[in-house]
């Protein structure tokens, strides 16, 4: 939260999507529900996912506009990289893009057959091949692809 309130470079469209976005997983997110039949889901739940919907294929759409631009540009040299990178961070896809993916996540462990109702998780699917294609460009991919992958002390 210090590095939010440090941060003026964000504008306060970008903060209100945010709030927005943690507004939404927060109504999605199981309370205590004592009692409550499994797999069947109140109306305002179900709309609740199905705006988490539409918000996820809506920034999924530009999400999906701009990585093929930023992969082209960074595909130029190693400083272009950096720099786009840099972009990418402060934008929409480095700021709500992993938070939503991780609240995703979190919801999916936690209630899994709503999650499924909403369908939003296919949407984040299709931006695998595009977060996939610009990741390759990254200087040392390769050593960090290999660290990732070995066992701990195989490698050297």
Same mark, same amino acid.
């Given at each position: $939260?210090? /590095?939010?309130?440090?941060?003026?470079?964000?504008?306060?469209?970008?903060?209100?999507?945010?709030?927005?976005?943690?507004?939404?997983?927060?109504?999605?997110?199981? %309370?205590?529900?004592? %009692?409550?039949?499994?797999?069947?889901?109140?109306?305002?739940?179900?709309?609740?996912? #199905?705006?988490?919907?539409?918000?996820?294929?809506? $920034?999924?759409?530009?999400? %999906?506009?701009?990585?093929?631009?930023?992969?082209?540009?960074? #595909?130029?040299?190693?400083? /272009?990289?950096?720099?786009?990178?840099?972009?990418?961070?402060?934008?929409?896809?480095?700021?709500?893009?992993?938070?939503?993916?991780? #609240?995703?996540?979190?919801?999916? #462990?936690?209630?899994?057959?709503?999650?499924?109702?909403?369908?939003?998780?296919?949407?984040?699917? %299709?931006?695998?091949? /595009?977060?996939?294609?610009?990741? /390759?460009?990254?200087?040392?991919?390769?050593?960090?692809?290999?660290?990732?992958?070995?066992?701990?002390?195989?490698?050297?």
């Amino acid at each position: $939260l210090d /590095h939010e309130h440090c941060s003026k470079e964000r504008s306060a469209s970008l903060d209100l999507l945010l709030r927005f976005q943690r507004l939404l997983v927060s109504k999605l997110y199981p %309370g205590d529900c004592v %009692g409550q039949v499994p797999n069947i889901y109140s109306p305002d739940l179900l709309g609740v996912g #199905s705006l988490l919907k539409k918000y996820t294929a809506l $920034l999924c759409t530009h999400i %999906g506009d701009i990585l093929p631009v930023a992969t082209s540009i960074a #595909s130029t040299s190693h400083r /272009h990289f950096a720099e786009v990178s840099r972009v990418v961070d402060g934008d929409l896809t480095g700021i709500l893009l992993p938070e939503l993916v991780v #609240s995703i996540v979190l919801l999916l #462990s936690k209630n899994a057959g709503l999650m499924q109702e909403a369908g939003a998780i296919p949407l984040l699917a %299709g931006l695998l091949e /595009h977060l996939d294609r610009f990741n /390759h460009l990254a200087p040392g991919k390769e050593r960090d692809d290999n660290e990732d992958l070995a066992w701990p002390g195989i490698m050297g």
